[in-house]
């Protein structure tokens, strides 16, 4: 599974937009870009995930770059129970473990 | 569906005990996965199971660590004697895969303390 790089830590104002980057420069063309949070003292929750094209959900939109080099998980209107540690993981459907990095920490504040 | 559950939520013993964790995955999801997440380390696999058939165990740390999938829907994971070094907690994860999903779905963890 491809290696991705997001940043430790970052910072919303409650009700605005929260955007968390990833890169993965050496995704492959059968892998998928998954995100996972982690609220906490709570098991990971799954959020999203997408191929190539751009997705929504109730939860967040995923946005992916032409080249799938790197995305970004949008949280539209932040709250504080967004405060959590988000996970970009990129793996293909074949294999069964998910790498979950170190994540980036979001705090969102009121 | 009541989502992935897991028993006990926190568990403390003394060291040399015997500690048995459980798991209820979600109906109809035929993967079921265990990790264990510290400070150290992060979040690892330790083991999963395809169909109640363990495939990869070898996360497991070492013997003193065992899981079973008698059925289903119910797992266990043992750790006979319980060491202070497992003081972690123990998340069960259980799949649903498609053709275009391969989703992991949680359930709360077990604390887990050896003294």
């Known amino acids: 599974d491809a290696k991705t790089t997001q940043p430790p830590s970052m910072d919303c104002a409650e009700g605005r937009a929260a955007n968390l980057p990833c890169n993965h420069s050496?995704?492959?063309?059968?892998?998928?870009v998954y995100w996972y949070r982690q609220i906490h003292s709570q098991g990971p929750q799954y959020i999203i995930h997408g191929l190539k094209n751009n997705e929504t959900n109730e939860m967040a939109s995923l946005i992916i770059t032409e080249d799938r080099k790197s995305s970004t998980l949008i949280l539209p209107h932040a709250t504080l129970r967004d405060t959590a540690v988000y996970y970009c993981i990129v793996r293909d459907n074949t294999g069964n473990q998910f790498y979950f990095g170190t994540g980036t920490s979001l705090t969102v504040i009121p | 569906d009541a989502g992935v559950i897991q028993s006990p939520r926190h568990e403390v013993t003394e060291m040399g005990q015997e500690v048995t964790l459980r798991c209820k995955p979600i109906s109809g999801h035929n993967s079921l996965f265990w990790y264990r997440q510290t400070m150290m380390r992060g979040l690892e696999l330790l083991i999963y199971f395809n169909n109640n058939v363990p495939i990869d165990d070898s996360g497991m740390p070492e013997d003193r660590f065992s899981a079973k999938m008698p059925n289903a829907s119910f797992s266990t994971l043992k750790i006979q004697p319980s060491e202070p070094r497992d003081s972690a907690v123990y998340f069960c994860a259980s799949r649903h895969r498609t053709g275009q999903t391969d989703t992991q779905y949680f359930g709360p963890g077990t604390r887990l303390t050896v003294l």
């Open positions: 050496t995704i492959s063309g059968n892998e998928y």
